[in-house]
């Protein structure tokens, strides 16, 4: 199994719909990511967590919430899709306690999210 | 601001030769890390290398290797000896280190090896 786990994989929705985007993970990671991938423009940080009562805004929030229901798990929604979040969504971990893998960050396989 | 900017969109090279990716970055900050990710088809985002800012030497990962230069800001990656399975978009990224792991990142380098 995946050490970081995206469901779905695909999902094509339509306007006004409400999404959820799950995220998974084994590694015993304390810091959660969402990203958002874009033709041109990279990757772009949605919301971060460094643990499950700790949830900040990244760069481009606006149209998304994000749940940790725990240390494991870590949720992005769209309350209500619109076109423009037409994107390859990613979930990443990492670890803050130190050591050789403390800052790389670990990605899930990626949720191709269409909306009509 | 911080950014990063990899400004060739699109690279090619022949199998076996060598290849430059460009990269350049802008932040105040003195303690950073700085990676290169690969994105092939299947859109996995791997690691392929990772520098400490701190480090002067650069780091090497097989036939991957950075060209570090810390006061112009600069991140290059080569690629040596490049193979078909290096076909991939490849991502710069910085990472400050009191700033909860969040990565910045270019805009990426579509790579294609040709045979």
Avoid at chain 1, 10 to 36: A, F, P, V
Avoid at chain 2, 59 to 68: D, I, Q
């Amino acid at each position: 199994d995946a050490d970081v786990t995206q469901t779905p994989r695909n999902r094509i929705t339509k306007t006004g719909k409400r999404i959820m985007l799950e995220c998974s993970q084994t590694k015993g990671h304390d810091r959660m990511y969402w990203y958002r991938q874009d033709p041109g423009l990279g990757l772009r940080l949605i919301y971060y967590s460094f643990d499950v009562k700790d949830i900040n805004k990244g760069e481009i929030s606006d149209g998304y919430s994000v749940s940790r229901q725990a240390q494991a798990k870590f949720s992005l929604s769209l309350e209500s899709a619109i076109p423009n979040q037409t994107a390859l969504y990613f979930c990443a971990t990492s670890d803050s306690s130190g050591g050789p893998g403390a800052n790389v960050l670990t990605f899930g396989a990626g949720s191709r999210l269409t909306v009509l | 601001a911080q950014t990063v900017t990899q400004s060739q969109p699109e690279m090619s090279v022949q199998e076996a030769e060598t290849v430059t990716l460009s990269c350049t970055y802008d932040t105040s900050e003195s303690n950073y890390y700085l990676f290169w990710y690969k994105q092939p088809p299947s859109r996995q985002m791997i690691l392929v290398i990772r520098q400490e800012a701190y480090k002067q030497q650069n780091a090497t990962e097989n036939r991957f290797s950075v060209n570090f230069q810390k006061a112009a800001k600069s991140f290059s990656l080569k690629i040596s000896d490049s193979q078909l399975g290096d076909t991939a978009m490849y991502f710069c990224a910085f990472l400050i280190y009191n700033q909860g792991g969040k990565l910045i990142f270019g805009q990426g380098t579509e790579l294609s090896v040709k045979p």
